[in-house]
């Protein structure tokens, strides 16, 4: 029976897994229990178009990027680069070269992994290089606005508020987190932010993406500290906190990507240029800064 004791127990999963806190267990829900019950070495890992995913790819992820092996974030889903991490770990240990993770490759793994300390990975300082290299204004930077809907009007006013400040914007709005998040992916933007309402809100609140066993974008939660400093401050409105999460759109987004949720809805309608102009205000203090010191 879905009682009390059930309510809070699917409360505590979503809080530490990183979803929506409302004690529904609906689509994502349901697929990171399922998710949640991977252990490396249980099942064969290999690329797919429908990509596997769960804790054990997380975990392969990790000891891989552990290892100097760009098997990209950990966020658990078993794509390209993961399966070039496979192959690559494969090719120098000898092994059949072929992306497949089974018991043989798992075995290796587990005795390299065993004999280091520390938990850099190698897609974290990758992403610090790219960044260092990148302009210190918005101008030729590439940022994908994206809502689900209800708030194109606010999307759009962040689009012009972005290319007053120089950036090349790409609007998104398909209500498929999913299908937008791929949509960013393909066009290689370098940042994404996302806009969404929440009507029972009063004020706002900003969320980066927060993977399995800590891992994040360095440079994607400075950037949603950023936006929960300013945004809130030039409304005069409450903000409701900062904290990494692993919703759909910013687990499958392959760059830094910060959803800002805001409302009442008359806050997102009636001040879309102050919204924007705030956010503006954020992103152009960080790609001054895009690491915190």
Known sequence: MFGPGTVAAVRVFQASHGLRVDAVCGHQTWNALVEAGRTLG?????????????DDVASLQ??????????????????????????????????????????????????????????VLVAGIRERVRLSDAPRTLRGWRIAVGETGGLAALADAIRRALRRGGAEVLSLHDLDESAQAAQANAAKVDVYL??????????????????HNGFCSEAGRHLAGLVHEDLPARLRIPGTGCRGMRITILRETRMPAVLVEIGPASVAVMRAAEIADALLSALDRWVERPFPE
Do not use: W
Request: glycine share 16%; aromatic share 8%; net charge positive.
């Open 62 to 119: 990790r000891q891989l990027g552990a290892l100097g092996f760009d098997a990209g974030r950990v966020d658990g889903i078993f794509g390209p680069q993961t399966h070039a991490a496979v192959c690559e770990f494969q090719r120098n240990l000898g092994l059949t070269e072929d992306g497949i993770c089974g018991p043989g490759t798992v075995q290796l793994l587990r005795s390299y992994t065993a004999k280091i300390t520390g938990t």
């Open 194 to 211: 996302g806009v969404r309402l929440d009507p029972d809100l009063d004020g706002c609140r900003t969320a980066y993406f927060l993977g």
């Open 42 to 54: 249980e099942r064969l890992l290999y690329y797919r178009r429908g990509m596997l995913r769960g």
